[in-house]
Antibody, heavy 119, light 106 residues
Framework: QVQLVQSGAEVKKPGSSVNISCKAS????????VTWVRQAPGQGLEWMGR????????RYEQKFQGRVTIIADKSTTTAYMELSSLTSEDTAVYYC????????????WGQGTMVTVSS | IQLTQSPSSLSASVGDRVTITCRAS??????LAWYQQKPGKAPKLLIY???TLQSGVPSRFSGSGSGTHFTLTISSLQPEDFAIYYC?????????FGPGTKVDIK
C-alpha cells in the first residue's frame, strides 16, 4: 500500500520560500496525480494545485499562480511544492495527497507539514 | 464552484442518525467526495463519486445525491465519528472544499 511521507516542519521569514517534499513509499505514483492542500490554523481545506508525475504537467489554483511551483521526480517517487514570497497568511499545515484517477478523489494523504511564517 | 455545508456544526449522541448536506453552486454530476478529519490528523476519504464507500470505511457511512445537492449520512453515530466532515467537488478546477461540519458530543 502506497504511503505519502512529507518533509518536516519549517519556520520561515516573511518574503522567503519554502520547499516541501512528498515521497511515495511502498509504490509509485502510477498514472495518478499528486495534489497539494493547505489548512491554516483553525480553518478549512484549501486546494493549491496538482501534478500528474507521469506527464509532468502542473495545474495551479489561480490564487497561488506565480508563487507556487509543483514538480515531481518519477525516479525517486517524490513530489515537491515550493511556495515563494511568504507572508504570515501562509502559516498553515500543508498536505500532499494522491489524486486517484480511478476514484476521482484524494484517497491517500501525507501526514502534513507545518509551515510557520514569522519574523 | 462554491460549496456550502449545513449545518456548520451539530451536537449528537452515540447511536444517533446524522445527516450533513452539501450544496454546489452549479451542477457537478456525481463528482463529489466526503472526508473526515480529526484534530491534528490529515483528512480521510470516506465517500467518492457521491455514493461509493471507500474501502475500509464502515458501512454506517453513506452518501447520496447528484447535480447540486448531496448528503452524507451516519446511520448510528459512534464515539470515533466525532470529527469535522468536508465535502469536495472534483468536477471543475479548482477542486474546492466545503467549509466543514463539526460533529461533537451532546
Amino acid at each position: 500500500q502506497v504511503q505519502l511521507v512529507q518533509s518536516g516542519a519549517e519556520v520561515k521569514k516573511p518574503g522567503s520560500s519554502v520547499n516541501i517534499s512528498c515521497k511515495a513509499s511502498g509504490g509509485t505514483f502510477g498514472s495518478d496525480g499528486v495534489t497539494w492542500v493547505r489548512q491554516a490554523p483553525g480553518q478549512g481545506l484549501e486546494w493549491m494545485g496538482r501534478i500528474i508525475p507521469i506527464l509532468g504537467i502542473p495545474r495551479y489554483e489561480q490564487k497561488f499562480q506565480g508563487r507556487v511551483t509543483i514538480i515531481a521526480d518519477k525516479s525517486t517517487t517524490t513530489a515537491y511544492m515550493e511556495l515563494s514570497s511568504l507572508t504570515s497568511e501562509d502559516t498553515a499545515v500543508y498536505y500532499c495527497a494522491r489524486e486517484s484517477i480511478e476514484r476521482v478523489a484524494f484517497d491517500i494523504w501525507g501526514q502534513g507539514t507545518m509551515v510557520t511564517v514569522s519574523s | 464552484i462554491q460549496l456550502t455545508q449545513s449545518p456548520s456544526s451539530l451536537s449528537a449522541s452515540v447511536g444517533d442518525r446524522v445527516t450533513i448536506t452539501c450544496r454546489a453552486s452549479q451542477a457537478i454530476s456525481s463528482y463529489l467526495a466526503w472526508y473526515q478529519q480529526k484534530p491534528g490528523k490529515a483528512p480521510k476519504l470516506l465517500i467518492y463519486d457521491a455514493s461509493t464507500l471507500q474501502s475500509g470505511v464502515p458501512s454506517r457511512f453513506s452518501g447520496s445525491g447528484s447535480g447540486t445537492h448531496f448528503t452524507l449520512t451516519i446511520s448510528s453515530l459512534q464515539p470515533e465519528d466525532f470529527a469535522i466532515y468536508y465535502c469536495q467537488q472534483l468536477n471543475t478546477y479548482p477542486f474546492t472544499f466545503g467549509p466543514g461540519t463539526k460533529v461533537d458530543i451532546k
